[in-house]
């Protein structure tokens, strides 16, 4: 079936530049969205179609795609920005079936 | 203002049923692709179910056959229908609005709260 890899952890200190990757064979065809997840609450969408910011997300959050490769990127990583982040996509050959990567926890210490 | 409120989680022995639902206020749940997301404790996200404004429903294989997403349009709720539940069914259920985005793809741009469903003996 259908995966979304992310790596398991990002760690980097307050004021540095976080990266998080999400790779799979469809995201060369279909837009990549990213959602950030803080202990105990609901997911919230972060960057849509890639690269777009939703209204009220800060603008250090920034999105990118090339070929099979999303990237996240939080420059000036905040304390507040630690939580679970996860790239969405929907399967490559299965429209109607969504599927997430498998989070990345990042850590702003 | 956009809501979406879950209720109907609870504590319910394997192979027994439950119904969840998802209240909606601030947009038509006849209007919009639904869906139900999942999280186990500890665990990721993953997608368990979709219905289109058409009415079309689909279902992670895991759960096909014995779960039934459905909409009530006079009380704009989506309800989540769980029949033969199993230990691995475990988990905080969302549901999200899925903003179509053409050809029948979509992204979840509005959440709830979540409700939790553990099943265990």
């Known amino acids: 079936s259908y995966e979304l890899t992310q790596p398991p952890s990002v760690s980097v200190s307050p004021g540095q530049t976080a990266r998080i990757t999400c790779s799979g064979d469809g995201l060369a065809k279909k837009y990549t969205y990213w959602y950030q997840q803080k202990s105990g609450q609901a997911p919230v969408l972060v960057i849509y179609e890639d690269n777009k910011r939703p209204s009220g997300i800060p603008e250090r959050f920034s999105g990118s795609s090339s070929g099979t490769m999303a990237t996240l990127t939080i420059s000036g990583a905040q304390v507040e920005d630690e939580a679970d982040y996860y790239c969405?996509?929907?399967?490559?050959?299965?429209?109607?079936?969504?599927?997430f990567g498998g989070g990345t926890k990042l850590t702003v210490l | 203002e956009v809501q979406l409120v879950e209720s109907g989680g609870g504590l319910i022995q394997p192979g027994g049923s439950l119904r969840l639902s998802c209240a909606v206020s601030?947009?038509?749940?006849?209007?919009?692709?639904m869906s139900w997301v999942r999280q186990a404790p500890g665990k990721g996200l993953e997608w368990v179910s979709v219905i289109y404004n058409s009415g079309n429903t689909y279902y992670e294989d895991s759960v096909k056959g014995r779960f039934t997403i459905s909409r009530d349009n006079s009380k704009n709720t989506l309800y989540f229908q769980m029949n033969s539940l199993r230990a691995e069914d475990t988990a905080v259920y969302y549901c999200?609005?899925?903003?179509?985005?053409?050809?029948?793809?979509?992204?979840?741009?509005?959440w709830g709260q979540g409700t939790l469903v553990t099943v265990s003996s």
């Open positions: 999200a609005r899925a903003r179509d985005y053409g050809g029948n793809l979509y992204y979840f741009d509005h």
């Open positions: 969405y996509s929907t399967d490559s050959s299965i429209d109607y079936r969504g599927v």
């Open positions: 601030g947009f038509t749940v006849s209007s919009n692709y």
